[in-house]
């Protein structure tokens, strides 16, 4: 009997590390508080970027939002979590970074919100991430549903916003190096999340 309960302690630690481990969050992030409700006021737009795929939970990739006087970090989107990023309406252009990068384009309307995915693309060598922006006929869907519900929302720390400004000039060699090919694209076949695409 007594050797049972030797084992109880050591068996709960592990399930523990496993149940901390299911999202791959990253260090630099944190869970939201229980209970958080992310809306817009009305003179404000939301856009939530989350990644539902399990897959690859070893890689993360960063989202910041390009502005005339910096690369404002969004936030750290790991496997199976969701970032909230509170905006103003208008054009924005958001960059996603990981071992390459990739861009979205969104003009946004006060008091909705929107939605991106953060998906892993098998690449040839390494994973690489793109956005696929969730269009407003997906809203209604099942498969959208599972995606909103299937993901923890977290929150940046100062420890965050450290790692971003120590890795400014890793992130910009990314931005020249991938930002010509991508404004080669057509249009068509630029991510983009249109004012109807909200909510």
């Known amino acids: 009997?007594?050797?049972h309960r030797h084992l109880v302690v050591p068996?709960?630690?592990?399930?523990?590390?496993?149940?901390?481990g299911c999202t791959g969050m990253s260090r630099h992030m944190r869970p939201a508080p229980a209970g958080t409700v992310y809306r817009p006021e009305s003179n404000q737009s939301l856009v939530i970027f989350m990644r539902p795929s399990p897959e690859d939970r070893q890689f993360q990739s960063s989202v910041?939002?390009?502005?005339?006087?910096e690369d404002k970090l969004v936030g750290i989107v790991s496997a199976q979590t969701k970032v909230a990023y509170i905006t103003t309406p208008g054009e924005h252009t958001f960059l996603l970074i990981g071992r390459y990068a990739d861009f979205m384009k969104a003009r946004l309307e006060a008091g909705k919100t929107y939605y991106a995915l953060v998906k892993p693309e098998a690449g040839s060598l390494k994973t690489r991430f793109a956005f696929a922006p969730v269009k407003g006929y997906d809203l209604r869907s099942d498969t959208f549903k599972k995606w909103v519900e299937g993901c923890t929302?977290?929150?940046?720390?100062?420890?965050?916003?450290?790692?971003?400004?120590?890795?400014?000039s890793s992130i910009q060699s990314k931005k020249r190096t991938f930002l010509p090919e991508w404004?080669?694209?057509p249009d068509a076949e630029k991510p983009a999340l249109a004012p109807e695409d909200g909510m």
Do not use: C, G
């Not at 910041?64 to 006087?69: D, N, R, S, V």
């Not at 977290?154 to 420890?159: A, H, I, K, L, R």
């Open 11 to 20: 068996v709960l630690l592990a399930s523990l590390a496993l149940l901390a």
């Open 64 to 69: 910041f939002e390009i502005t005339p006087t």
């Open 183 to 185: 404004e080669k694209r």
């Open 1 to 3: 009997m007594n050797s």
């Open 153 to 168: 929302y977290v929150e940046n720390t100062p420890s965050a916003y450290s790692w971003a400004k120590a890795s400014t």
